[in-house]
Antibody
């Protein structure tokens, strides 16, 4: 069974940093691109970042570009999101999602999604 | 303000057919495929429809998707109480993924 388990969320002050992790199992991790998608409380879904199978192609939403860094360790079947200079508007449930292909593209989809880890940015 | 536009709410009675629209532009829906995700209350999103009209294994054929030009639609026939959820459309747009704002479906 394909499983994605996020961790690393918590309460953090504005301007501080946090690193999220996503542990993958049940599939060949280095065959697929991976993504982070967030959902602010009571709001819709927002794509945050994506990374190709070999980290050769990386993309970010404009709202996090320059502050967040996505990475992966294929040997550990893990995806990461380093979040720096956090703002109140980054408060959200952060989901890890598996892409349908090795490189993100216009004909792909996300399946499955993890259960999410909650990040709260507040003083 | 989401790049893809969905109605914030929709409703229907059991057994009815409901449709949810998703409007975009030439840079997203107009040139790429559309996916739909279902988010049941308190749970993570789940893939419902991919590549405009394909159902993953396990998704009932009551759910169907279509696309025309820069718009897409999700149809649910034979509405059931367990279909009460939030539904999101998504498409690729200039090297990034964009989502609709979501439609909350209420089964009356």
């Amino acid at each position: 069974e394909v499983q994605l388990v996020e961790s690393g969320g918590g309460l953090v002050q504005p301007g501080r940093s946090l690193r999220l992790s996503c542990a993958a199992s049940g599939f060949t991790f280095d065959d697929y691109a991976m993504h982070w998608v967030r959902q602010a409380p009571g709001k819709g879904l927002e794509w945050v970042s994506g990374i190709s199978w070999n980290s050769g192609s990386i993309g970010y939403a404009d709202s996090v570009k320059g502050r967040f860094t996505i990475s992966r360790d294929n040997a550990k079947n893990s995806l990461y999101l380093q979040m720096n200079s956090l703002r109140a508007e980054d408060t959200a449930l952060y989901y890890c999602a598996k892409d349908s292909l090795a490189v993100a593209g216009p004909y792909n989809w996300f399946d499955p999604w993890g259960q999410g880890t909650l990040v709260t940015v507040s003083s | 303000q989401s790049v893809l536009t969905q109605p914030p709410s929709a409703s229907g009675t059991p057994g009815q057919r409901v449709t949810i629209s998703c409007s975009g532009s030439s840079s997203n829906i107009g040139s790429n495929t559309v996916n739909w995700y279902q988010q049941l209350p308190g749970t993570a999103p789940k893939l419902l429809i991919y590549s405009n009209n394909q159902r993953p294994s396990g998704v009932p054929d009551r759910f169907s998707g279509s696309k025309s030009g820069t718009s897409a639609s999700l149809a649910i026939s034979g509405l059931q109480s367990e279909d009460e959820a939030d539904y999101y459309c998504a498409a690729w747009d200039d090297s990034r993924w964009v989502f609709g704002g979501g439609t909350k479906l209420t089964v009356l």
